[in-house]
């Protein structure tokens, strides 16, 4: 029982550019915690800056799934799917630490 199956494609454009995308997600939730464990002065220091560039690779995520969502391979799709929802729980936490951190400033 010869049977020939075909080869799978590997994946394309569409595929690489989302995993570049979930990866960037990925690296930098993973800075986010990093800096909350190493220490909260440091977080506190880089917030901002981390704040905005989550915000920049979620906007350029969310436009590259609704571009190519019937592009990605199922994979890909739920990589970056995934990496979306983490970078947006992420600033919402983000959003409410500045929110305590602010309350805490102004009772002082």
Known sequence: MNVKRKAKPGPGPWDIAAGVMAGLLFVDLLSFFILLVVGVDLLLVYSLELGVMTAVFLLLGIGLY??????????????????????GAMMVFFTLGLLALIAFGSSL
């Open 66 to 87: 609704f571009a190519g969502q019937t592009k990605f391979g199922k994979l890909w799709k739920r990589l970056l799917l995934g990496a979306l929802f983490s970078g």
